[in-house]
């Protein structure tokens, strides 16, 4: 029986994940503001959100400082751009990047853009193609000035993609934390708000709909930069403030899970 305040399951299939879109994405990466090691993170990451039909990196590869991109390009064929450095203190790259990007567009053979960079100079780059009405996702490290991180539909921090070591538990309902600050108060305030916002009279939401939600207020928001690989894993970690309830679905190995705060609850 489906529990009072939430849709029925019965003959239903589960929404199809990130993981299960069949997307067409270019990958166009900026190798001046990248790191090679994160590259099987990056195009795991890619894969999530449909399939890398364009894989291209921009840099100067005449110059020593891009060798580490030198020797994986042909292991995941990624496809180098060979830019020159017209002037000095001048990045001839980015242009070249954002002219690519123009061109792919007007094909319109592609769904969303994926821009590897820590750069805001590709800031106007990804509203024009949210204009268009394709999906951008961004990559980049800490740095990233909040401007280009905003103007994506999401952005994952490029710290997240690569190995991270083991962490000790954390104490019952205390996240683990990767962040370099941890407002523990703030994180729980905005997903409880994400719930107040998509929730049914009765308090019940389903956690996929506050996830988008958090996700167009902080297309930066990462349940990895708080130590959980995924995002229903951080609100477990959580009882004292929200409450789980997982449904098996008729006819599907998947579950539907549904979350409410624990505040209004009682």
């Known amino acids: 029986m489906a529990t009072p305040g939430k849709p029925a399951l019965l003959g239903t299939a589960p929404p199809a994940s990130p993981e299960e879109s069949q997307a067409r994405l270019a990958v166009l990466i900026d190798a001046d503001n990248a790191q090679a090691s994160i590259i099987d993170g990056l195009l795991a990451e890619v894969a999530k959100f449909g399939i890398a039909s364009v894989k291209r990196i921009y840099g100067d590869w005449t110059q020593p400082q891009l060798g580490s991109w030198k020797k994986i390009l042909l292991e995941h064929s990624i496809v180098p751009v060979q830019q020159f450095g017209y002037t000095k203190g001048k990045n001839a790259t980015d242009s070249s990047l954002i002219i690519d990007a123009m061109d792919l567009l007007y094909t319109g053979r592609f769904d969303g853009f994926c821009l590897v960079s820590s750069d805001s100079d590709f800031t106007r780059l990804a509203s024009r193609l949210r204009e268009q009405g394709l999906l951008v996702y961004g990559f980049g490290e800490r740095k990233t000035p909040e401007p280009f991180v905003a103007a994506c539909d999401k952005f994952v921090y490029t710290e997240v993609l ?95 899970i549904y979350v409410r705060n624990v505040r209004r609850s009682r």
Do not use: C
Request: proline share 5%; no cysteine.
């Open 162 to 256: 690569r190995a991270m070591p083991e962490k000790a538990a954390a104490p019952a309902g205390q996240p683990r934390t990767t962040k370099v600050t941890d407002d523990r108060a703030a994180l729980v305030e905005l997903i409880a708000d994400a719930i107040d916002a998509v929730s049914e009279e009765s308090g019940w939401a389903q956690l996929g709909s506050v996830g988008s939600n958090i996700t167009k207020l902080r297309p930066d928001f990462d349940a990895r930069l708080y130590g959980h690989r995924k995002f229903s894993d951080l609100v477990k970690s959580l009882p004292e403030h929200f409450e789980i309830d997982e449904q098996a679905v008729a006819g599907s190995r998947g579950k539907a």
